[in-house]
C-alpha cells in the first residue's frame, strides 16, 4: 500500500499532522509526509504496510482530499 500527498491541494489545516504525526509533518504553512517521496511536482508517496486508523482517519479528515491511501 501507499500514501499518496498532494500539496498542491494542501490549504495547510494542519490536521493530519495532527491526527498522525507518524506520517504526517508541517512545514511553512503546508502538510509534508514524513519519509515520502516527490513523483512529480508537489505529489509526494510512500509505501506502507497497511493503512493505521489515524492515517485513514487523517485522509478522511482532510478537507481538500490531499490525501489517498491506495
Ligand atoms: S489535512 Fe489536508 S489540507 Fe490539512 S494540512 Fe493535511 S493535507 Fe493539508
Known sequence: MKIIYDKNKCMGCGLCSNLDPENFGYE????????GTEKSAGIFEKAIEEAKEET???????PVMAI???
Not at 28 to 34: D, P
Not at 56 to 62: G, R, S
Open 68 to 70: 489517498e491511501i491506495k
Open 56 to 62: 485513514k482517519t487523517a485522509a478522511e479528515a482532510c
Open 28 to 35: 511553512e504553512g503546508k502538510a509534508t509526509l514524513v519519509n
